[in-house]
């Protein structure tokens, strides 16, 4: 934070040459996203300079309004040498929520704010991409029109998947992705009876007062319900430099875990995407490949993600989920948080932390205390080949959270809670793996998706419900029209019985033998860290007295 003072109060300036010189910030005030990036800054990774608008203005937004272009801006505008909306060397933002404890994809992201008819040619001269370019743009209008003025994704979406017929929207070149551009502005105009705003000023307004009301979201709220959240603690707004991970063959955007979310083994957890944004592989609409791809076309920038998620683990002394990107080979971490995860990786992740001396007997046991027996197990199905083959596999997907779910198939909220209330098991079912449908979620067995990534924010929420989750599922396909979905050419209906294997990303029809298996091993750890703690809690007091 500024010193100076003129610097306004409840705002915030993060970089790692100036890291040193906050003061007086801290979680409750700068919001867990924000007061994490700092801690990284401090750390000296790689992070791109933020300007953070403080939880304060969550009930008034307006209020931040002026001090942001007075002096907030300014000051990010020297951090970075760039300035916002200018044609030769423009400062492109995105604008993140994040409130004082960690709520997933509840609340909304804008990328690429700046961007604009005048600033185009100006990105353009930085990078020397016009596919970045285009890509950029087009993105922008469409989060924007969605986001802000409230269009429906898929007329943005349709018009996309027109243009691709099928191909892989990164393989188009930049002659139609600004043919799509174009396409996305008359769409925008079309459905809010007004141009895209073409003033990056009231672009970048826009989006702080839309971020700060998706606080308000009914998606938000209910995640606050589930986790007993307070309501009056607000969220923070960051306005952090843009780094683009759709620049080429060399670049790509990503989402991992320090260790594996699913079963806690100490192994990076990673989902990437070549040639995208971050929003391609945490929204749930696209499916990811892991760590591989990343090294295959970055190895450097691999190298460097593994060297820096160990001092992640080490300064924030948990497991940790991260967001990253690689721009024509170069890492960049944009955020880290203490990752979601199941009952039985929490066991785990916290003995091992404890045996590698990160965290102390005290913090461990703390950790796990709440953790009853039968949660270090995995529900496996029953080795029985001729029971599998009579179900039949249906299809494979990439399984986010273990165990095996059985019920009825529910396409919507509306079915699901329904179906719940008359005490039938559902596994609910949608071509993406959106946030939205966390009413849903709470109440089904599991969750599986045509589309999205392990690391995708539903497949977050999923794990820390303690839902089945399999998502990327291909060959699976739904017509929403007749209620109908398709495993290849076997046809379902809602109220039809699957089951899905988070264990090994299968679904097989009907239900399928299954049984609970305990993990030993882990559960004698456990109780000798409990036995540890009450011998070492038992000295304590009788030295206390």
């Known amino acids: 934070m500024k010193s100076n003072s003129f610097w306004p109060k409840h705002f915030y300036l993060v970089a790692t040459d100036n890291a040193s010189h906050q003061h007086k910030a801290d979680r409750n005030h700068m919001g867990s996203k924000a007061y994490n990036l700092l801690r990284m800054a401090q750390i000296g990774l790689p992070i791109p300079p933020a300007l953070v608008i403080g939880t304060h203005y969550t009930q008034s937004p307006e209020e931040c309004i002026l001090p942001l272009f007075a002096l907030g801006l300014p000051s990010l505008q020297q951090a970075t040498a760039q300035t916002f909306g200018d044609t030769r060397n423009p400062l492109i933002v995105s604008v993140r929520s994040g409130a004082p404890v960690s709520m997933p994809g509840m609340m909304e992201t804008l990328l690429n704010i700046g961007l604009c008819d005048d600033t185009l040619p100006g990105l353009l001269r930085q990078s020397g991409n016009p596919r970045l370019v285009w890509d950029a743009y087009r993105r922008l209008i469409a989060s924007y029109g969605e986001v802000v003025a409230g269009i429906s994704a898929s007329v943005f979406e349709n018009a996309l998947q027109d243009l691709c017929q099928g191909q892989d929207e990164r393989e188009l070149d930049f002659e139609q992705l600004r043919a799509l551009s174009k396409q996305y502005l008359a769409l925008y105009q079309s459905a809010v009876g007004k141009p895209f705003p073409q003033n990056v000023n009231e672009q970048l307004s826009g989006a702080v007062r839309a971020v700060f009301n998706s606080w308000h979201a009914e998606k938000a709220q209910e995640y606050r319900r589930l986790n007993q959240i307070d309501d009056t603690i607000g969220t923070a707004v960051t306005i952090q430099s843009m780094v683009f991970g759709n620049t080429g063959g060399h ?39 892991g760590h591989q791809v990343l090294a295959a076309i970055a190895p450097e920038a691999w190298e460097q993600l593994q060297s820096a998620t160990q001092a992640l683990e080490h300064a924030f002394s948990d497991m940790q989920d991260f967001e990253f990107t690689v721009q024509d080979g170069v890492l960049h971490i944009l955020q880290t948080r203490s990752g979601k995860r199941s009952a039985l990786a929490t066991a785990r992740i916290a003995l091992d932390l404890f045996d590698q001396k990160i965290i102390d007997l005290d913090t461990a046991h703390e950790r796990t205390a709440h953790l009853d027996e039968s949660q270090l197990s995995v529900v496996q199905l029953v080795s029985n080949a001729a029971t599998q083959a009579e179900s039949g596999v249906l299809a494979h997907g990439a399984p986010a959270c273990p165990g095996i779910a059985t019920g009825e198939i529910a396409l919507d909220g509306e079915r699901a809670a329904n179906r719940h209330s008359a005490g039938v098991p559902i596994i609910l079912v949608r071509q993406d793996a959106e946030t939205n449908d966390i009413a849903a979620l709470d109440l089904a067995e599991g969750l599986l998706t045509q589309r999205g990534a392990r690391t995708s924010h539903a497949a977050v929420v999923a794990r820390q419900l303690g839902k089945i989750c399999l998502v990327g599922c291909d060959q699976l396909h739904i017509d929403e029209a007749t209620r109908t979905l398709y495993f290849g050419d076997q046809e379902f209906h809602e109220g039809d019985v699957i089951t899905v294997d988070g264990n090994q990303g299968t679904v097989y029809a009907g239900a399928v033998e299954s049984v609970r298996v305990m993990d030993e091993a882990l559960l004698e750890r456990l109780r000798q860290l409990r036995s540890q703690f009450a011998e070492h809690h038992h000295a304590r007091k009788k030295h206390n007295k």
């Open 251 to 289: 670049s790509g955007a990503g989402v991992g875990f320090t260790r594996n979310p699913t079963n806690g083994e100490a192994e990076l957890w990673i989902d990437f995407l070549a040639n995208a944004q971050g929003e391609d592989v945490v929204s749930g609409r696209r499916n990811a490949h």
